[in-house]
């Protein structure tokens, strides 16, 4: 596990689709670390499809707007520090890193494969993106910590 970060890192949540888990990821990511001027984050997929509706909902309830979002491919982004899946199958594109880059993996559930009304939908995206802010806030909580001393 990472204990810092320094000066002009960058993180990437990585998930297949890009639609729907990593784009929360970044927009938390962005809200949390948005005065950290040497820290970039970024979110990519290894198969984009667009970003979801519902997660553009979810995350417009808390203050966070995707709208202007786009799912992008992993070859879009610059070479990361620290790569953050958040499904199975993206964990198995970390082979494509660098040994040097740090991977973790946060296996969530695809809201996008929720059935129901829209509503039913929703509750469902709202009940991953409040696990993915606890997450942000975690890591951000590792990352950014000062050392005791």
């Given amino acids: 596990m990472?204990?810092?970060m320094v000066a002009t890192d960058r993180i990437l949540f990585l998930c297949v689709h890009n639609s729907s888990r990593s784009q929360m990821a970044e927009g938390f990511?962005?809200?949390?670390?948005?005065?950290r001027k040497d820290l970039e984050v970024a979110s990519a997929g290894t198969d984009p499809r667009g970003v979801n509706p519902f997660a553009v909902r979810?995350?417009?309830?808390?203050?966070i707007d995707l709208s202007s979002h786009y799912?992008?491919?992993?070859?879009?982004t610059l070479p990361p520090a620290l790569v953050i899946t958040l499904c199975g199958e993206s964990?198995?594109?970390c082979l494509a890193f660098a040994a040097a880059v740090r991977i973790e993996h946060w296996g969530l559930p695809d809201p996008a494969r929720a059935e129901g009304s829209?509503?039913?939908?929703?509750q469902v995206f709202r009940k991953i993106r409040d696990q993915i802010e606890r997450?942000?806030?975690?890591?951000?909580?590792?990352?950014?910590?000062?050392?005791q001393g």
Avoid: C, I, N, W
Avoid at 71 to 76: V, W
């Fill in 91 to 93: 964990e198995q594109s």
């Fill in 58 to 63: 979810a995350m417009a309830e808390k203050g």
């Fill in 2 to 4: 990472p204990t810092r």
């Fill in 71 to 76: 799912s992008k491919h992993l070859d879009q």
């Fill in 118 to 122: 829209d509503e039913e939908k929703l």
């Fill in 29 to 35: 990511a962005r809200r949390l670390f948005a005065r």
């Fill in 135 to 147: 997450l942000v806030e975690e890591l951000a909580a590792r990352l950014f910590r000062t050392p």
